[in-house]
């Protein structure tokens, strides 16, 4: 939860990418300018998948399907527009670039250890994705492809709600002696959607399963449900918040 949390906050305190391109071909995630602090530090170790987060939730849409390596999500091989991930069927547009990719990946591992010249553009273009241009690399990355959605318009209306909710959410956060950096959490959990379920069960801004809404004090009925009213779900969250923060 942690890591969401600081990707999270990373994401809002970046430059909001404007620019939206469609590509077909391996990509490199854009080098952001990060506002780091002593309290949301950015290790370099994460900085990749952070700036690849970021990408989801500034320059690519809900239209656009991302094809990166689930190991290493920084690893954008295509972003397929007019395409969409999730579901009980996988689109057989992004079955058969994953199916494309994972050869491409098995065929170029092989072509370097034959000590072959690479020469075809689109080969070139997805060893650049390989610094170490390891064939090992390569083929440990063969089936790993995955699919993820942008989110750029969906977090375009999160501001949106953020603007409407967030100065509730930061006077209950200092009224519990919280940082105010705890604010922007709801943009990852909910998209600052006050009505947002899960398919787990989690519901509200602050996205608060059943029992531990129970624990925390609120009504959950046939009628009510307490975790979608803002407020009380903020002091709720803050509570429950509260016996994590050590100052």
Known sequence: MFYKFMVGILVFLSIFVLDRSHIVTADQVNNHRLECTLAIPCPEDIRPRVDFWIDVYSRWGSADAILHDKTNPERVYRVLSGETCGGKVTSHVVQRNKDEINKQLKDLAEAIDAGMRIANPKDIALLALFPN???????????????????????????????????????????????????????????????????????????????????????????????????????????????????
Do not use: H
């Open 133 to 247: 241009r390891s064939a090992a690399t390569m083929k440990d990355a063969v089936g790993g492809v995955r699919c993820q959605s942008g989110n750029r318009d969906r977090f375009y209306e999160a501001l949106k709600r953020y603007d409407v909710y967030g100065a509730l959410v930061r006077d209950v956060l200092s009224r519990a002696g919280l940082p105010s950096d705890i604010q922007y959490l709801p943009l990852v959990e909910s998209l600052y959607d006050p009505s947002a379920y899960s398919r787990l069960g989690a519901a509200g801004l602050w996205q608060i399963m059943p029992e531990t809404a129970k624990e925390l004090g609120l009504n959950l009925t046939a009628t009510v449900d307490e975790r979608l009213d803002p407020e009380l779900a903020t002091y709720a969250a803050a509570k429950y918040l509260s016996k994590s923060y050590v100052s």
